[in-house]
C-alpha cells in the first residue's frame, strides 16, 4: 500500500532510545511502527495525505527529540498518541480552512453531501475531545479493540477505559444530535 514509505531515508545523529537501557534504530521504529501511525492518523482524518503528513511529523519529532530525553518505555504506545495528537492538529486546521474556503466547493451528490458532512462533523467532534479520550475513542471505535486490551495498551484500567469510552460518545452523540438540528 504504501511501499514507498519503507525507503523513506531519514538521517540520524545517533540512537533514539527506545527502552530503559537499549538505544534503538529509528530507521527500525520506522520500519515497525510506520503503519501504525498511517492507519491511526487516517481514521482520525479520514484522508491518506493527511494521514502521510502526520506520519513524517510524527518521525520527524521523534528524529528531533533531545537525546537526553527519557528513552521511550514503550514505542506503539507513544507513536499511536503521537499519531492521535497529530491528525486532531490537522483536522483542528482543516476546520479553520474549510471556513475560510466555504463558498469555494463545487455542488455534490446530496446523499454524499450529508455523509461527507456527517464524517467531517465526528472528525471535529473528536479534535475537541481531550487526546487521552481521542485516543481511547480510535482505539475503541475506529480499530476495534476490546476496553481489555485498550487498557493493557495504555497501562489504565478496565474501569478508566469504560468511562472514558463512555464519556466520549456521550459527547460526541451531543454533538452529532446538534448538528443534526
Request: aromatic fraction near 4%.
Amino acid at each position: 500500500m504504501h511501499a514507498a514509505m519503507a525507503t523513506i531515508e531519514i538521517p540520524v545523529e545517533g540512537a533514539i532510545p527506545t527502552s530503559a537501557g537499549e538505544p534503538g534504530d529509528l530507521e527500525q521504529l520506522f520500519r515497525d511502527h510506520h503503519g501504525l501511525v498511517f492507519r491511526t492518523a487516517y481514521r482520525v482524518t479520514g484522508n491518506a495525505g493527511d494521514a502521510e503528513d502526520v506520519l513524517q511529523t510524527v518521525f520527524l519529532r521523534l528524529a528531533g527529540r533531545d537525546r537526553s530525553a527519557p528513552p521511550l518505555e514503550k514505542p506503539e504506545h507513544y507513536l499511536r498518541r503521537a499519531a492521535v495528537n497529530a491528525a486532531l492538529d490537522v483536522v483542528r486546521s482543516r476546520r479553520a480552512e474549510d471556513a475560510a474556503t466555504a463558498g469555494d466547493l463545487p455542488q455534490q451528490d446530496p446523499a454524499q453531501n450529508v455523509r461527507s458532512e456527517l464524517q467531517e462533523c465526528l472528525r471535529r467532534a473528536l479534535a475537541r475531545l481531550s487526546p487521552e479520550a481521542a485516543e481511547v475513542f480510535v482505539l475503541r471505535f475506529l480499530e476495534g479493540h476490546s476496553n481489555r486490551e485498550i487498557a493493557k495498551m495504555l497501562g489504565a484500567s478496565q474501569v478508566w477505559v469504560a468511562v472514558t469510552v463512555h464519556r466520549a460518545r456521550q459527547r460526541l452523540q451531543r454533538e452529532i444530535r446538534a448538528y443534526q438540528g
